[in-house]
């Protein structure tokens, strides 16, 4: 691993990871970015010219995509896996703001503004990214109005998560938790005859601590309350 001389390893965006690399194939390129919201109102014309423009990212669980305060590059489109977009907090502990998830963007106010990036970003999976370099997203919202008003579109949803987001931090544990499992339940379960969901993300008391800006002795606590009161099981691992 390589380390910064601050001592963090490296982000893919430094271009200095230890098994990050860019694989070309336009027909999937293409695929994906039909997937993402922000492009469903772009034209054929400027999905093949963005296509052919994108290589994919390959991410092993742990790996940092970047840092809060690396100079601005590419743009992201999950594929799968599952990235946490992170910040520090005033007891210089990383909190994670959010969850991305498979079709979502990463790094598009970066690429507007071109200002450093303004968290931490981390794949915490095994996860594919599409990278679609800056000067051709720039490019192609100046010609095509539809990807233009899919941006607006995108923008717009961001910033009413991140309102809901900063409410959420304002809520006593058990319902930070409750939010939290719910929120990892809308992206992957299965339900048990009987018994309600299974997750199929296997989430430790150390992770929902950190989605959830507490300790884990709180998260601890609030689980024996639910189990208690029969809202939530563990089986082999899984809530």
């Known amino acids: ?14 271009r200095l990871t230890m098994a990050a690399r860019l694989k070309k194939d336009t027909e999937k390129a293409v695929l994906a970015l039909k997937a993402c919201e922000m492009f ?8 093949l010219r963005l296509a052919n423009a994108s290589g994919f990212l390959e991410l092993p669980a ?12 590419p743009m992201h489109i999950l594929v799968t896996g599952q990235l946490s977009i992170e910040r520090i907090n005033e007891l210089d502990r990383a909190v994670s703001i959010t969850l991305r998830h498979p079709p979502d963007v990463v790094g598009e ?12 970003a981390r794949a915490t999976e095994p996860t594919v ?5 800056a000067r051709a997203i720039l490019d192609a919202i100046e010609a095509d109005h539809g990807l233009a008003r899919g941006l607006i579109s995108l923008l717009s ?20 938790l409750t939010s939290a499992l719910l929120d990892s339940a809308r992206h992957g379960h299965e339900r048990v005859e009987g018994q309600g969901v299974l997750l199929l993300e296997k ?9 959830i800006n507490c300790t884990r002795e709180h998260v601890n606590q609030a689980m024996k309350q639910f189990r208690d ?4 099981t563990v089986k082999a691992g899984r809530y």
């Open 1 to 14: 691993m390589v380390l910064t001389p601050g001592g963090r390893p490296k982000s893919v965006n430094g």
């Open 40 to 47: 469903h109102l772009a034209g054929d014309e400027t999905l």
């Open 62 to 73: 742990g790996q940092m995509l970047y840092w809060e305060g690396d100079d601005p590059g």
């Open 109 to 120: 106010l970066s690429v507007l503004e071109g200002v450093p990036r303004t968290a931490d």
């Open 129 to 133: 990214l599409l990278e679609v370099p």
């Open 157 to 176: 949803r961001k910033l009413r998560e991140s309102i809901s987001h900063k409410i959420m931090l304002q809520w006593k544990v058990p319902r930070r």
């Open 203 to 211: 989430l430790t008391q150390d992770e929902l601590a950190f989605r």
């Open 229 to 232: 009161e029969g809202l939530v």
